[in-house]
DNA sequence: TCTTCATTGCACACTGGTGTGCAGTCTAGT
DNA sequence: ACTAGACTGCACACCAGTGTGCAATGAAGA
């Protein structure tokens, strides 16, 4: 009886299971976000579990922080190709890109800094498809003359990307002010002028 | 007999002692350079020593660390005082500032790696009035109307600083192209005009 | 020659994190 | 009522790094 799909919804079992694995992996976000050396027992503690409990969804350290890429490259990748599909400008595409990237990206920032050291060969590789397509979104722009070319596209996709959320992170909290004023540094460096810049981040509202 | 001086040289004995000491100092730059989470031990046998010896000289690992940004922080205030007292406009002087801080500063960036995490706190104080140099050579720059206002001096140097040094760890390893590059992009997002970025480092040999 | 002392080579204790094993408990499906 | 299994709590073993203690070595200085 019951479901003969294939989605069979087992019902409250593996729901509740799912729950407590995403809910590890959301907190482990936000504890890795306020230090990324922060052990598992930092995490399972924070999550209302036992640090055993962890071990029985990732059976490493590794696999927890994969799991974790996988997502922001699921969830980044979404917004890049369809901006990048747009016949918009690159400039503005780029003010779209930002915004529209914006919350995912700052939640996930945390890779960034675990991009370097330990697993920074296995997210890196993760993340790489990401930063190809950023990067052609740069490339496109210095074709048609809206960017600079002081530096090649990949190198200058990632420093104006990098200084985003250098400027997320220090910033005073404020998100939509401090959003607005990385957009148009990023621009800045990206080689589009002052006046076009405030112009263009002027009309997202 | 012999001196009664207050640097009495005490010849070979101290000299053999510095020397081994400055060694330390220089490899495990180059060390914690290529790796951040470089250990005691690393470091020891990289400098042709033995752990046990590394310890005599830097009682922790926290003594050297502290060594080697006191050792930054002297050569670059060095430098950035020097350039902040001419006369020169801010944009120019940012060039000329990069310019001379470059070696030092690139030789010294694994402290702004190791500036987040563990020992984060004792950096950041020794490396703050460093900071404010920097901040005041931007807010100069802003009051003077050469430099954009999109956001607060102490940030904007900040990011712009890091960005710089961004680029060179990216960079394919040559250093005059990647320095011109990476000065042009700083200009850039400070707010001066792609032209007048050019013609700046232009005048730079 | 005798002393001093930087350096060595080992030993050790301590810490903090990782990953595993296993017997218990409690709950939701049957 | 019975059972599967997610979660717990505690036990381990293991590892890598830190920092210390101490006797031995060897070279520079008296």
Known sequence: MCNNGVVPTESSRVRSMNETRDRILDVAL?????????????????AGVVRRTVY??????????LALTERAVTEMRAVLTEVN??????DAAWVEFIARVWPVAHRYRVLLALRRGEYGEAIHGLLGPVDELLADLVRRGQDSGV??????????????????FAIA??????????????TI?????????????????????
């Not at 992170?169 to 990385?182: C, E, F, I, V, Y």
Request: without cysteine; glycine residues 12%; charged residues 15%.
């Open 169 to 182: 992170d220090s910033d005073l909290s404020n998100g939509t002010l401090g959003a607005r004023a990385a």
């Open 147 to 164: 960017f600079a070319q002081h530096l090649p596209a990949g190198i200058l996709s990632q420093v104006a990307y990098g200084a985003v």
């Open 56 to 65: 029985g969804h990732f059976p490493s350290r590794l696999d927890l922080v």
């Open 185 to 205: 540094t990023s621009l800045l460096m990206l080689g589009v002028p002052e006046t076009r810049a405030i112009a263009l981040v002027g009309d997202q509202p």
């Open 85 to 90: 599909a747009s016949d918009a400008e690159a």
């Open 30 to 46: 936000r504890v890795l976000g306020e230090n990324p050396d922060a052990g598992m027992g930092d995490i399972a503690s924070a």
